[in-house]
């Protein structure tokens, strides 16, 4: 069992490019997310999904977008990276309301 | 507004030391949701307790507990006989039950260093 898979592992952009973070579980999850790290300021919540086709934006969404087109899988795309969006990224999935979340690896992004 | 504050930046212990991590949370909500992960250095974050609001029972796990206090508005974590392999970076976290989606709220984050 995967549960949740993130690729790449590390990234490295230049400012002004854009780029996709992949995120896929097999859990059959409805609920993902996606959070960002930095330090001193533990995690915040960039988009967060309910189910496929349902999205919406979390504490931290301005320079990303996301969709949901299936249950599975729930990218993050950087439009144009800016050094500030230099940080680990974590997708996570949750079975059930309030549930705890299955985090997936994390992608260290630097952008330069 | 909903916040969790782990004043705790960083611990150090020496092997065999008991320890706690404290965590203070902030909700008008009177139904809520208080999590405890674990970030070991290979970075991967590891589910380690939920809680409900109407749970106070304290929690015991091998050498882990938790202590659930709704007057003081704290939900600690105690380690006993801490090991080399508890060093990590450990979070407090919250949902609210009227939030959409399950969002949680982290704390900053209590950096643990075990020493041999």
């Known amino acids: 069992n995967a549960g949740v898979t993130q690729t790449p592992k590390f990234q490295v952009l230049k400012t002004g490019q854009s780029m996709t973070l992949q995120c896929a579980q097999d859990?059959?999850?409805?609920?993902m997310s996606w959070y960002r790290q930095d330090p001193g300021m533990g995690l915040r919540l960039i988009h967060y999904s309910v189910g496929a086709g349902i999205t919406d934006q979390g504490e931290v969404p301005n320079g990303y977008n996301v969709s949901r087109s299936t249950t599975e899988d729930f990218p993050l795309r950087l439009l144009s990276a800016a050094p500030s969006q230099t940080s680990v990224y974590f997708c996570?999935?949750?079975?059930?309301?309030?549930?705890?979340?299955?985090f997936g690896q994390g992608t260290r992004l630097t952008v330069v | 507004a909903q916040k969790v504050t782990q004043a705790q930046t960083e611990i150090s212990v020496v092997e065999k030391e008991d320890v706690t991590l404290d965590c203070v949370y902030e909700?008008?909500?009177?139904?809520?949701?208080l999590f405890w992960y674990k970030q070991p250095p290979s970075g991967e974050l590891v589910f380690l307790i939920r809680r409900n609001s109407f749970d106070e029972q304290n929690e015991i796990s091998g050498r882990y507990s938790w202590n659930f206090q709704k007057s003081t508005s704290s939900f600690n974590f105690t380690i006993t006989a801490s090991q080399v392999v508890d060093s990590a970076v450990y979070f407090c976290?919250?949902?609210?039950?009227?939030?959409?989606?399950?969002?949680?709220?982290f704390g900053a984050g209590t950096i643990l260093r075990v020493k041999s």
């Open positions: 859990m059959n999850h409805e609920y």
């Open positions: 909700t008008r909500d009177t139904t809520y949701y």
């Open positions: 976290a919250l949902i609210l039950s009227m939030e959409y989606g399950n969002k949680l709220v």
């Open positions: 996570a999935s949750s079975p059930g309301f309030h549930t705890e979340a299955f």
